[in-house]
């Protein structure tokens, strides 16, 4: 079993055995979501994305690259776009891989402004 289908299963049996209390991840198929204050999102491509699943677990280290794409809700946004939007209050991250452990995918929440839409 790869790093990333091991920590996919350690957050889906984390999320299990605390159901009962408010937990800061879901894991969404092949995604983890967190908190943005329990990730650090490297600074440029190639990186590595600190992800922490839950707050008394370890990180887990992602690697990006520039295949990576980076979202805000469903908009492909420049990857210091997506910094701007997911240090804003309240935002969540959603890293997305494929079978191999790959990041595919990086999708802050929210709604992407107007004046940051593509013509």
Same mark, same amino acid.
């Given at each position: 079993?790869?790093?990333?289908?091991?920590?996919v299963?350690?957050?889906?049996?984390?999320?299990?055995?605390?159901?009962?209390?408010?937990?800061?991840?879901? +894991? &969404?198929?092949?995604?983890?979501e967190?908190?943005?204050?329990?990730?650090?999102?490297?600074? @440029? =491509?190639?990186? !590595?994305? /600190?992800?922490?699943p839950c707050p008394?677990?370890?990180?887990?280290?992602? +690697? &990006?690259?520039?295949?990576t794409?980076?979202?805000?809700?469903?908009?492909?946004?420049?990857? @210091? =776009?997506?910094? !701007?939007? /997911?240090?804003?209050?309240?935002?969540?991250?959603?890293?997305?891989?494929?079978n191999?452990?790959?990041?595919?995918?990086?999708?802050?929440?929210?709604?992407?402004?107007?004046?940051?839409?593509?013509?």
């Open positions: 079993m790869n790093r990333i289908s091991s920590a299963v350690f957050v889906a049996l984390a999320f299990t055995a605390t159901a009962a209390t408010s937990t800061p991840y879901r +894991s &969404l198929g092949e995604c983890l967190v908190g943005i204050e329990l990730a650090s999102l490297p600074v @440029s =491509l190639p990186g !590595q994305l /600190a992800l922490t008394d677990c370890a990180p887990v280290l992602l +690697s &990006l690259d520039r295949d794409g980076f979202y805000v809700g469903d908009h492909v946004v420049s990857m @210091s =776009l997506f910094r !701007q939007y /997911a240090q804003r209050d309240g935002r969540e991250i959603r890293v997305c891989h494929d191999n452990g790959r990041v595919t995918r990086v999708i802050v929440t929210g709604a992407l402004d107007a004046a940051d839409r593509n013509p």
